[in-house]
């Protein structure tokens, strides 16, 4: 009977005590308690509602970097080098080299060449005459070639540019460009900023995430801490909007200030590269065009001095086409480089550029011919038929 009671009290006791004790868990907690917060985001790129972190510190870079389409590790362009096979010619080319003032004597045989007597004709003196050939000769350390006539004339052969620009799989997200010249890559935008000790031949391929003004010129970046100065690169900034007036969707851009040329088919970049643009002041002229020749070769010829010192002579230029009176583009294999102007207002490309391109176009597509400096005259009056 005393153990029940004892246990009987016990119980009640613990009752009692269940109730004077309330749950933690119930208890209201201070009114002025605060959330501590999001978490830092971890080094990585985020958009700027799809994370329930905060984009500071490495993540804030990294997202950063990413807007401008520098992400890590880079992204390479969609891009590939056409088919090195549009590069090839059958025929060679041969540069007549006498002097400006001197007529180039041609001949009916190879032995008369070689004896320099009896020659069938003379070729027009002339700054630049390159000539077309289908067989050579070297004899007593000169060098004669046949033409296509079977004539002969002396001349050195020619080695031509098979520089290629870039066939798009699909539009990139970054603008990008060509090193042309030897450029020293520095680690910030302008002179101060230290060399990385990396340099970049001609015809390297960059992409360009911004363009800062220093120094009284433009740097562009073309890595995580790789700036070039303006001087040494050419850019194609994407723009895959039609100029006003181009109705089916098909144009070909020319960039006077950046000396590059863009291809565009249904609201996609296709193709860009360097050309060589007119020269004061033979400038190619801006406008909006239509090619109206295709020709897979043009022997192109003129002066435009008044005693004709300037005559130029050349032979089966190939893969023209002609959409300004005298202006083409066309294959320029008497160019070693491109990214400069330096044409009588056709625009130049290499011989494999050319060909990719008269591939492409079609007789009646656009040509659309801009400077976006302004520096290019665009009064009638400062324009000729134009040549190559």
Known sequence: MR????LLGIVLALVGLSVWIKPAAAQSGP??????????????AYSQNGSNCLSMGPSQTV???????????????????PDPGLTTVDIGF????????????????LEDAVAQSNPTRYMEPGFLRYVSYINSQDVDDRTFVQLSTGEWVRAGRGRYSTFQGLEFRSTPRNNFGWIIDMADVRSGPGYAAPETGISLPRETVVQVYEIVEQDG???????????????????VTVNTQAPEGVDNNRWIEVNLYEETLSVYDNGQLKF???????QEPFYTRPGLFHIYKKLERETMRGAFESDRSDYYYLQDVPWTMYYDEARALHGAYWRAVFGYPGSHGCVNLSIGDAHYLFNW???GDWVYVWDPSGQTPTDPAAYGAGGA
Request: charged fraction near 20%; include cysteine.
């Open 31 to 44: 009114a002025d308690e605060t959330f501590m917060g999001d978490p830092l985001c971890l080094p990585e």
């Open 272 to 278: 860009a590269t360097l050309i060589t643009s007119g």
């Open 361 to 363: 176009a079609n007789e």
């Open 217 to 235: 010129t433009k740097w562009y970046r073309i890595g995580l801490s790789q700036w070039v100065e303006r001087r040494y690169i050419r850019i």
């Open 94 to 109: 041969a540069r007549i080299n006498l002097e400006n003032s001197e007529p180039a004597p041609v001949y009916a045989t």
């Open 63 to 81: 997202t950063q970097l990413d807007q401008q389409g520098l992400s890590i590790p880079l992204r390479p362009l969609p891009a590939t080098h």
């Open 3 to 6: 153990r029940l009671n004892l």
